[in-house]
């Protein structure tokens, strides 16, 4: 269970780090895999406009976005954004960000590229401001709503908090300490409650992959699912990513795992062995599931569709 953080202040010790630290590290006790993300700190070019991400699916622009934001933001399971107000708005540096995500916007709505995570992907904003006015955070909330929209999260809520203007006014708040275990426990517990699935093949490239994504499609609420592969290929195969795309799910920005790192602070319920996948490493618990596949990958998108076909009526008896 990956939580991603973007620091959205250019201070890196100020208050909106300080709430997010302390967000984080409340959702790292329900044993959730944390990144934190400076924004200020990133190679981030704003948005250029080349509506290439509306016809292509991508964004041509090489920064910090192509290389790790993106991958980063599709495979969270929940996204927590934090910024100070400026002139009644979030920060430059996380709308600059936030901006960029026209590209899942565009996966969405113009190319019709599902995240599987969907139904258990949930968004969060942490804000702070010096002053007291009615609607200081009215524009972030309009923001936060269309951008969690465009990455497929839900919108799940929000601590946002007034009259903070010295570098320790968040430390030294009455409540923000309650607020926060408050907030990550309603955000967590059904998380974590979810059955744990990993799913393991040859290279962790191509069925697996697929399979992982149609639980998560049909199950993410109920399943956390991760992917590994016995000698893990350094990215999704083509056929696979297209053949998923044609039906509608977007696993563009999957990696696959070695064994050790999905085991990484995690422990799965069920282990759905695929292809020819001999003896699993004695590391690995729990109830296993061998799943006969062809022994090489598919040579095209049909035959991909074919073997995604396939699945879909295992994974549907699995997640029933």
Avoid at 15 to 21: A, D, G, H, P, V
Avoid at 141 to 153: E, G, P, R, V
Avoid at 166 to 175: E, N, S
Avoid at 280 to 286: F, K, N, Q
Wanted: aromatic share 8%; glycine share 8%; net charge neutral.
């Amino acid at each position: 269970m990956l939580v991603v953080g973007l620091q959205g202040s250019p201070r890196r010790k100020g208050n909106s780090r300080f709430l997010l630290e302390t967000f984080l590290n409340a959702t790292a006790s329900f044993g959730a895999e944390t990144r934190l993300i400076e924004v200020d700190q990133r190679h981030i070019l704003p948005c250029k406009e080349y509506t290439v991400c509306e016809k292509k699916g991508y964004c041509p622009i090489e920064d910090d976005m192509l290389s790790e934001i993106y991958g980063l933001i599709r495979r969270a399971d929940v996204v927590v954004a934090a910024t100070p107000v400026f002139f009644y708005n979030m920060s430059a540096q996380l709308k600059g960000l936030i901006d960029r995500c026209q590209t899942f916007w565009a996966r969405k709505y113009r190319l019709r590229w599902r995240d599987p995570r969907r139904k258990a992907k949930k968004g969060y904003l942490l804000s702070v401001a010096a002053t007291q006015g009615n609607t200081l955070f009215d524009a972030i909330h309009l923001t936060m709503h269309y951008f969690y929209d465009a990455i497929d999260a839900d919108y799940a809520g929000h601590l946002t908090y007034r009259g903070i203007e010295g570098p320790k006014d968040m430390a030294r708040h009455a409540t923000v300490m309650d607020d926060v275990q408050r907030a990550v426990a309603g955000l967590m517990s059904p998380l974590v409650e979810r059955k744990r699935i990993l799913i393991v093949g040859p290279s962790g490239a191509c069925a697996s992959q697929m399979a992982g994504a149609l639980v998560r499609a049909k199950a993410a609420d109920r399943f956390d699912v991760r992917v590994a592969g016995l000698e893990p290929a350094a990215a999704v195969d083509v056929n696979a990513r297209k053949a998923m795309a044609a039906k509608g799910w977007d696993i563009e920005y999957e990696v696959p795992l070695s064994i050790g790192r999905a085991l990484e602070q995690w422990h799965p319920d069920v282990v759905v062995a695929l292809g020819p996948v001999a003896d699993l490493p004695s590391t690995i618990a729990g109830e296993t599931i061998r799943w006969a596949l062809p022994d090489t990958a598919p040579d095209s998108i049909e035959a991909a569709g074919q073997l995604c076909d396939g699945l879909d009526e295992q994974i549907t008896a699995l997640v029933r």
